[in-house]
């Protein structure tokens, strides 16, 4: 899947224009693959009050939240706006191996899953820099694969714990890289707000 992104701190600083270049990046996809476009929002709200862009396209082609209807089946654009963890799989899993493009709301930091998914900054048009070291990636791999039960059994917490603790003691643990990256990698929301608190264990402990 190709994705890109609109930072949060580019979205306040223009929000019309931050509007315009991901609808007009979705649009372009769907005439380019022939796919009806879509967007995915946490809630209508923003869909229906936002940019002029945004509302428009929202107001024209299939709209999706958590809690309301799901875009028609089938690979297509899709533009996800100031999107949850929950709502990017969402979307995610409703542009298949199309286009995802991401417009960053206030929380939650988007960058650890723009680094992975090598998300194409629409402002700057550069792929998003990784800043993540090999030793780092290894590790996240390890995580994800700990967490098989969602760090819900006690080995999986263990193992979590030490590996968090480990990234904490050589100043690797930033929490928007890791739980951006395990998004990334396809683990689900829920098991995300446990791996969270995890991690502001692991951050608490190395104060």
Same mark, same amino acid.
């Given at each position: 899947?190709?994705?890109?992104?609109?930072?949060?701190?580019?979205?306040?600083?223009?929000?019309?224009?931050?509007?315009?270049?991901?609808?007009?990046?979705?649009?372009?996809?769907?005439?380019?693959?022939?796919?009806?476009?879509?967007?995915?929002?946490?809630?209508?709200?923003?869909?229906?009050?936002?940019?002029?862009?945004?509302?428009?396209?929202?107001?024209?082609?299939?709209?999706?939240?958590?809690?309301?209807?799901?875009?028609?089946?089938?690979?297509?654009?899709?533009?996800?706006?100031?999107?949850?963890?929950?709502?990017?799989?969402?979307?995610?899993?409703?542009?298949?191996?199309?286009?995802?493009?991401?417009?960053?709301?206030?929380?939650?930091?988007?960058?650890?899953?723009?680094?992975?998914?090598?998300?194409?900054? &629409? !402002?700057?048009?550069?792929?998003? #820099?990784?800043?993540?070291?090999?030793?780092? $990636? =290894?590790? *996240?791999?390890? /995580?994800?694969?700990?967490?098989?039960?969602?760090?819900?059994?006690?080995?999986?917490?263990?193992?979590?714990?030490?590996?968090?603790?480990?990234?904490?003691?050589?100043?690797?643990?930033?929490?928007? &890289? !890791?739980?951006?990256?395990?998004? #990334?990698?396809?683990?689900?929301?829920?098991? $995300? =707000?446990? *791996?969270?608190? /995890?991690?502001?264990?692991?951050?608490?402990?190395?104060?």
């Amino acid at each position: 899947m190709r994705t890109a992104w609109i930072t949060y701190q580019d979205y306040l600083e223009s929000p019309d224009e931050a509007a315009r270049l991901a609808v007009d990046r979705v649009l372009d996809a769907a005439r380019r693959s022939h796919a009806e476009p879509g967007v995915v929002a946490t809630d209508l709200d923003p869909l229906r009050l936002g940019p002029p862009a945004l509302a428009a396209f929202a107001k024209t082609y299939p709209r999706s939240t958590p809690s309301g209807r799901s875009l028609p089946s089938g690979p297509r654009p899709v533009l996800t706006w100031a999107p949850s963890y929950q709502t990017v799989t969402i979307a995610a899993e409703a542009a298949g191996g199309s286009l995802l493009v991401a417009v960053e709301g206030a929380a939650p930091p988007l960058i650890g899953w723009a680094m992975h998914t090598q998300a194409v900054n &629409l !402002v700057t048009a550069q792929v998003t #820099a990784d800043t993540r070291s090999p030793a780092l $990636l =290894a590790d *996240l791999e390890r /995580l994800k694969w700990v967490g098989h039960h969602g760090w819900t059994d006690e080995v999986g917490k263990a193992e979590a714990t030490a590996l968090l603790q480990s990234l904490a003691d050589r100043g690797e643990l930033d929490r928007d &890289l !890791v739980l951006g990256t395990l998004l #990334a990698m396809g683990v689900g929301h829920r098991n $995300l =707000a446990r *791996l969270d608190a /995890l991690v502001g264990t692991a951050l608490t402990a190395g104060r």
